[in-house]
């Protein structure tokens, strides 16, 4: 009797529901079937009615099954549908075919899941967990992620153009550098937070941070079998999944070996299909040469703004092949040409500090001035020795640092 408790809790819960909108792909909210106008409670009157059927045939469905009451059916007239079957087009059912007594609890679940999901936002992805809001990703990289114009493009029309690809030749893999404090961590934040629903929080996320989860490398063996039962677990529990691995310039060859077959052309690597899934690498590799680039400009008289992504992706990959040959395994996905885009993380100024401070203090609703920003931006140490340009932690501190302004 569990079963039918569970399926008459979930028309309980659809019937108490009472939706007020859904977010695209784009994340743009659709309005949703509010209780106003003839068209709108018309329609809500269907879907009650499709409640109603669904509810009455259920529960005839289930005294049959248990116990042998109502099974008998009326003999259909001539030229009707055959013997067993009713089709549900009553009520906005859409022509379902069920089979009595032969209805399965599985075509149940599917009836009921599509007549919530014509209310719910899950319908524009078809996973509830799942909102792809890239509006909300593009508003939070051009008004939260200061000083990195090239991060901010890079990543918003890779995750853009790889959700929009119905069938993707391959997962996704967008490889971070820079130094730290510069956002590399915060943009992958950015980025859960806006494709699901539940940010970093949701099952279809896993974080990976390399000294943590893998420090012993006597261990290796233990550490990729529990590797790649987890990267699949995650990956049937949400088509869409996001996999982060932080520090991943100290992973172990050996795990970058158990990352592979997810990055590459497979349809599938035992049964399992990757090819939705978004890997993303953070690395402090590639950081020294992209501050000399910075730098360069800056002596030159040139606008930060002005360095492209054509120009200084040369010197970043260069680098990056370069430390492949000195131990740095994970440059090697680079090498086989499994990673899509290289995203780098320009070193930030005193400016961008001011920003990162007025940001915190926002987040904990505190008041400021700037001459607050200015002194929380003058406790950071910069570099080079010279010209102190560059925040030697970025922003890394800066949110500890406001405590010196609480009363």
Not at 55 to 81: D, V
């Amino acid at each position: 009797m569990s079963v039918g408790l569970s399926y008459a809790a979930l028309l309980c819960l659809g019937l108490c529901l009472t939706p007020t909108g859904r977010e695209g792909r784009a994340g743009q909210v659709q309005e949703g079937p509010a209780l106003l106008g003839d068209e709108h409670l018309e329609k809500w009157q269907q879907h009650l009615g499709t409640v109603g059927a669904l509810s009455e045939r259920y529960w005839r469905f289930l005294a049959c099954r248990l116990a042998q009451k109502g099974c008998e059916e009326e003999a259909p007239a001539e030229g009707a549908e055959r013997p067993g079957a009713q089709t549900d087009q009553e009520g906005g059912g859409g022509g379902v075919v069920l089979e009595q007594p032969g209805w399965s609890l599985p075509v149940m679940s599917e009836v009921i899941s599509r007549w919530y999901c014509s209310f719910g936002r899950c319908c524009a992805t078809g996973d509830c967990r799942v909102t792809n809001n890239i509006t909300g990703l593009e508003l939070d990289l051009n008004g939260r992620l200061h000083g990195q114009h090239l991060a901010r493009d890079v990543v918003l029309k890779a995750v853009q153009g790889f959700l929009m690809t119905p069938q993707p030749e391959k997962a996704l893999a967008l490889s971070f550098h820079g130094w730290s404090g510069t956002g590399k961590n915060f943009v992958a934040r950015l980025i859960a937070e806006n494709l699901y629903r539940d940010g970093l929080k949701t099952e279809c996320v896993k974080v990976f941070i390399s000294l943590f989860h893998f420090p012993h490398p006597k261990y290796v063996d233990t550490y990729k079998v529990e590797l790649t039962k987890q990267i699949s677990e995650v990956v049937q529990l949400c088509k869409q999944s996001l996999f982060i691995f932080d520090e991943v310039e100290k992973l172990h060859a050996g795990l970058v070996d158990v990352i592979k077959p997810y990055l590459d052309h497979y349809d599938t690597v035992d049964m399992v299909d990757y090819r939705q899934s978004i890997f993303l690498f953070l690395s402090n590799t590639g950081g020294n040469i992209i501050n000399e680039v910075a730098l360069d400009f800056w002596r030159a008289g040139r606008a930060r703004e002005e360095i492209t992504m054509e120009y200084l992706e040369h010197y970043l990959k260069t680098e990056l092949l370069e430390s492949a040959e000195e131990g740095y395994a994970h440059n090697h996905l680079l090498e086989e040409n499994l990673i899509d885009f290289l995203v780098p993380f320009l070193p930030l100024e005193y400016r961008h500090v001011k920003l990162c401070a007025r940001d915190a203090f926002l987040a904990r609703g505190l008041p400021f001035t700037e001459a607050a920003l200015d002194e929380v931006a003058r406790m950071m140490v910069f570099v080079p020795k010279e010209e102190k340009l560059f925040a030697a932690q970025g922003c890394k501190s800066v949110s500890q640092r406001i405590n010196y302004f609480l009363p």
